[in-house]
C-alpha cells in the first residue's frame, strides 16, 4: 500500500470538513447561509470567467489554486467574517497554525507546495495572488446585491465594504465591479461596466448548482453534499492526485474541466452512478445535458462561452488523456465519502462490489489505476462485512 498515497488521501479527506464551515454570505435564493467549500468552488469560476479583467502578468490558473485552498484554514480556525470584532492578529496566527497542521497531511513536497501557495495568496504581493484577492472581494458583493431577498444589514456591510473597507481597493484595481455594486445600490456613477455586466449573468445562474443534490453524503453523513461543492472537492482530488494518471495531464486543464463539468446540472439534475443505468434513461438525460450546455454557456459572451462549452464537451467525450483522468477523478470522491458515512449510496442502491468495479472501477482504472487499486483495497472489507461481494 502506497505511503504517499494514504497521505493525500488523509488530506483530502480532512479537506471534506471545509462544507461544515458556513459563511456570513447567503447563496442567491437567500434560502440558507453558503459554506465555505461551495464559496470557493464559485470564486475559481469567478476568476475563471473575470480572466480578461486579469493584467497580463497574471497568471490566472495560479489564482484559481490559490482560491481552491484559501479557505482550508477555517477548518481549524473558523470564518471570520469582516463585521467581527475580533483579534485578527490572533485569527492570523490560527490560520498559520492551521495552514500547517493541514498540509502537513500531505507528502513532504506537495504540502510545501500548497503552503507556500496559500502563504502567497495571504501575502497578497503577488500579481496572481492580487488578483485572486480581488476576486475574493467582489463575489460576496455580488451575491449579496443580486440576492432574491437580501437582508438589510447585509447591503449595509457591502455599502460600508465599498466605502473605506477593504472592497474601497476595487475602485483602482477593478473599476467595472466597484461602479456596478455602487450602481446596484441605487448610486449609478456612469461608469460604463458592460463587459462585467456581459459576465454576471452566467455567475450568477452558477450559483444554482449549490441548490443540486446529489446522492452522496458528507463524510459525517450529516447531510447529502450539492454538486457545487463537490466540484471543489474533486478539483482539490485532481491537483493532488495528477502524478499516478496513466498518462501526462495538463493540470490547469484537468481543473478547469472538473470547474465546469457538473454545471449542466443546474437544468439537468443529478444523475447517481448507481441510480441511473437503462440505456434509454441515460440518452434522455445526455440530451438534458446538451440543452443546458446551450443555455448556460450561451450566458456568456460568445468566445468565452464557446471556449468553456468546448471543454465541458472535451470532458464529455473522455478521449483525451485529460478528460480520462478527469473522468477518473470525478469517479473516486464518492466512492471515499460512501466509505466514511457507513455505506451511504451503496446501501440507498443496494450496490456490490462487482457492480462498483462495473461502473466505478472500470473507469478510474483507465485513468488512474494506481488511485483504483488503492481505494478498491480501502472500500473491500466494508463489502465483505456487508455480505455485498
Known sequence: MSTRLEAQFAFLLEADKLRRIDRQNLILDCSRRENSAEHSWHLALYALVLAPFASPEVDVFRAIRMLLLH????????????????????????????????????????????????????????????????????????????GVKPLDWHVDVVRSNLNGGRAAALEQDFAEAFHHAFSLLGEDTGFDCSRLTARLPFLNEADKLKLVTRASKLGDGSRHENSAEHSWHIMLYAWVLAEHSTNAVDVDRVLQMLLLHDLVEIDAGDSPIHGVTDAAAL???????????????????????????????????????????????????????????????????????????????????????????????????????????
Open 283 to 389: 440518452a434522455a438525460l445526455a440530451a438534458r445535458e446538451e440543452a443546458a450546455a446551450d443555455r448556460l454557456f450561451g450566458l456568456l459572451p460568445a468566445a468565452q462561452g464557446e471556449v468553456m462549452r468546448s471543454i465541458w464537451e472535451e470532458f464529455e467525450a473522455a478521449e483525451s488523456a485529460d478528460a480520462i483522468f478527469a473522468k477518473s477523478i470525478d469517479r473516486v470522491q464518492p466512492v471515499l465519502l460512501n466509505l466514511l458515512n457507513g455505506g451511504g449510496s451503496w446501501v440507498e442502491y443496494d450496490v456490490s462490489l462487482p457492480q462498483l468495479d462495473a461502473r466505478v472501477g472500470g473507469k478510474v482504472i483507465r485513468g488512474a489505476p494506481d488511485v483504483w487499486h488503492h481505494v478498491r483495497a480501502q472500500v473491500e472489507p466494508w463489502f465483505r462485512n456487508a455480505g455485498r461481494m
Open 71 to 146: 479557505d482550508l484554514v477555517e477548518i481549524d480556525a473558523g470564518d471570520h467574517p469582516i463585521t467581527d470584532n475580533v483579534d485578527w492578529a490572533a485569527v492570523a496566527k490560527a490560520e498559520q497554525a492551521a495552514a500547517q497542521r493541514l498540509f502537513e497531511l500531505l507528502p513532504k513536497d506537495q504540502g510545501a507546495e500548497f503552503l507556500a501557495l496559500w502563504q502567497e495568496f495571504e501575502a497578497a504581493d503577488s500579481p496572481d495572488a492580487h488578483f485572486a484577492k480581488r476576486v475574493d472581494h467582489c463575489q460576496p458583493i455580488f451575491q449579496t446585491l443580486y
